[in-house]
């Protein structure tokens, strides 16, 4: 069945009240539209763990610097719409910017700490836009469950603490990054590679995993990074925004591991800048 197409905050609010009345539980699945496979794995894992399940598809201009791609952003309601209803979710929302940021609009979420470096050295503005959209579509829906992918790690890392320290009452699950069969992490970017880019960009990953496999055996992060900067430099990534070995929990970075850890990269092949991340696990 097709999900409930719901573009007002009343509405959205209207449809989990009543399923609140009927007792059911509710997941919220944010995304961006221009859903892909690791939107689907979201959306199943969703379904799992809510017994109603609300995907909200807007493309959020306030996390988009005005040099970035917000008018480009692929946008494909009609095939996101099928794969929803295919998928049987119940409601998809879709607001308008004006729904969400209405004439006045004038306030900002911003998380210290986590947000420091990484993503925000190159996208200052990035995680401020997040935050307040995430912050709004949790207290629009009040879903007992919301889920982000591993693959945005810092995204996922900042909502996680804006969520404790704001107290919204709700449950964040992560759910692990879905990749191509040859490693590249899907994300709805993709689909801006060259031919010749998209047969490069598995190297990240592949990169990422050898780094990680050395850390595990104890070597030191300033060898693993400047010798996977050079991998992915042979490979042929044009430009390296960051490299990192940091904890799992605050992102501060690390020099061996001695707790769970991420190696985190976001390199670009051409005008594509694509991000990845895999886990360390301290060895014994
Ligand atoms: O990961 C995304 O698609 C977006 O950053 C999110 C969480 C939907 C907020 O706009």
Redesign the pocket.
Known sequence: MAPSLLDSVDGLRGAVAAWRADGLTVALV???GALHEGHMALVRAARTLGERTVVSL?V?PA?FAPDEDFDLYPRNPADDLAKLAEAGVEAAFMPNVDAIYPPGFATTVHVEGVTAGLESAARPHFFDG?AT??TKLLLQCLPDVAL?GEK?YQ?LVTVRRLVADLDIPCQIEAVPTVRAEDGLALSSRNVYLSAEERRVAPRLFEVLSWMAAALAQGAPSADAVSNGRAALTAAGFTRIDYLAVCDAETLASVEGISAPARVLAAAWLGETRLIDNVVVNPVG
């Open positions: 944010p995304t961006m807007f959020n996390q997040v959209v995430v982000f945005d995204q």
